[in-house]
């Protein structure tokens, strides 16, 4: 059994998205109290989140970006950038805890401490651009994660495997001149942001890092697994990273209310564990996943329990 850490606090509730609103307090809950009822949970490495160093934000978004989010926050303004990423008093606060509690997972598995990963963070990230917040998403999680795992662990090649029914525009905009992070996303497109066409591949001394798989609306599980199996899988071990980090949203889910991709829970143990071999392969096991989207609080608790029990049995 591998050794595997959870990050959840009571603090990434406090971040209001307002009435009706789909990312909202009610998803961490539900992930927590599904995952308190398994009987691996005790087992679990704890993570906890606390403020990082601003300089690691710094690396993917512009100071003047976060210096701004802080100041419209304080202000008290409800919305940045766009009407669908709400703000409270606390959100600055929060997304800077986000950001804090996966750095402190990537630590984790970094010192040995653990070998996998869940991060059950909110707001989520991959949305987020280097001067704009975007679909719900104020700092780029995994992406800040990413460069801090080459600047502070000096890892060389890190694999980024997008799932999340939207294509993570940020993260790509990010890594896109990159050749040491390998992006991979499949989603459903056309569909928010807008970005993710197969002709997206990276540019410069990037191209060919980046890997667009778009998704018909009404793809389900046989799509995925044969484009996880001949052309993910593949790319990976071809790359052979040091570390895997998933961007791990389950809105594909067929429940879900925010898309029309018709992915069953099982599919994400599947996905999952085809990662972890990847990891078990060329990455000393290194796995993390940090949660972006999900919005059916049912499949979404259950849907990362099969991941965290892929982790933890795997």
């Known amino acids: 059994m591998a050794t595997t850490a959870y990050l959840y606090d009571k603090i990434y509730l406090e971040h209001d ?11 961490l809950t539900a992930i927590n109290e599904k995952l308190k009822s398994q009987e691996y ?19 993917i978004h512009s100071k003047h970006y ?4 802080e100041k419209e926050i304080e202000k008290g303004e409800r919305y940045l950038d766009s009407m669908d990423t709400v703000v409270c008093r606390k959100s600055f ?39 704009y917040a975007a679909g719900f998403c104020i700092f780029n999680n995994i992406a800040i994660s990413a460069k801090y795992l080459q600047s502070v662990h000096s890892l060389k090649k890190i694999a980024i495997v997008d799932w999340d029914v939207h294509h993570g525009n940020g993260t790509q905009h990010s890594f896109e001149k990159d050749r040491s992070i390998l992006y991979i996303s499949l989603h459903q497109y056309p569909h ?8 997206e591949q990276g540019a410069g001394d990037g191209k060919g890092f980046t890997l ?39 809105d594909a889910h067929k429940s879900d209310p925010l ?40 499949t979404l608790a259950d849907s990362v329990e099969t991941v965290v029990r892929e982790f933890v049995e795997g």
């Open 41 to 59: 949970y005790d087992s679990l490495i704890k993570i906890h989140p606390s403020i990082p160093n601003y300089r690691h934000i710094e690396a």
């Open 212 to 250: 667009n798989i778009p998704m018909g609306a009404g793809s389900g599980d046989d799509q995925y697994l044969d484009a996880f199996r001949n052309r993910i899988v593949p790319e990976l071990n071809r790359f052979s990273p040091e570390i895997v980090l998933i961007s791990a949203g389950f």
């Open 259 to 298: 898309s029309s991709i018709r992915l069953t829970t099982a599919s994400f143990h599947q996905f999952t564990k085809m990662l972890h071999d990847v990891a078990k392969t060329h990455s000393k096991g290194r796995i993390i996943a940090f949660l972006e989207g999900g919005y059916n609080l049912n």
């Open 93 to 131: 606060e929060v997304a800077l805890m986000a950001v804090g509690g996966s750095l402190n997972m990537c630590d984790a598995v970094m010192s040995g401490k653990a070998s996998a990963g869940f991060c059950a963070v909110r707001p989520p990230g991959h949305h987020a651009e280097y001067d």
């Open 17 to 27: 998205s307002g009435f009706g609103h789909p990312e909202r307090a009610e998803r």
């Open 66 to 69: 976060v210096t701004r989010v």
């Open 192 to 199: 928010y942001p807008g970005t993710g066409a197969s002709h």
